[in-house]
Nanobody, 123 residues
Framework: QVQLVESGGGLVQAGGSLRLSCAASGSIFSIDAMGWYRQPPGKQRELVATITSGVGTNAADSVKGRFTISRDNAKNTVYLQMNSLKPEDTAVYYC?????????????????WGQGSQVTVSS
């Protein structure tokens, strides 16, 4: 079993910054892509940013230039640095990771999710 534990959410004024962390633990042989998604109030979950094991990144247009995704492979941790926050960034933020627990077909890649972190940006 694999667990993803998030930290770093909270309340911040518009223009401020927050850093989210997500640490994976448990039966981990390798982690491929990791990512952050968010679900604004009353809306569907949407992609924020992803990062591959080779640290290639992708981000939604709405956060480009403001949010930065990074990872520490030694710690199995992914981060989301959020700067110049706007009220429309208010959402529950979820991390995920594509994890293999061993080698071979008996250990397919599985997607795991964090518990969610509330980020509230006041105007």
């Amino acid at each position: 079993q694999v667990q993803l534990v998030e930290s770093g959410g909270g309340l911040v004024q518009a223009g401020g910054s927050l850093r989210l962390s997500c640490a994976a633990s448990g039966s981990i042989f390798s982690i491929d892509a990791m990512g952050w998604y968010r679900q604004p109030p009353g809306k569907q979950r949407e992609l924020v940013a992803t990062i591959t094991s080779g640290v290639g990144t992708n981000a939604a247009d709405s956060v480009k230039g403001r949010f930065t995704i990074s990872r520490d492979n030694a710690k199995n941790t992914v981060y989301l640095q959020m700067n110049s926050l706007k009220p429309e960034d208010t959402a529950v933020y979820y991390c995920n990771a594509a994890v293999r627990s061993g080698i071979g077909s008996a250990f397919p890649t599985r997607i795991y999710w964090g518990q969610g972190s509330q980020v509230t940006v006041s105007s």
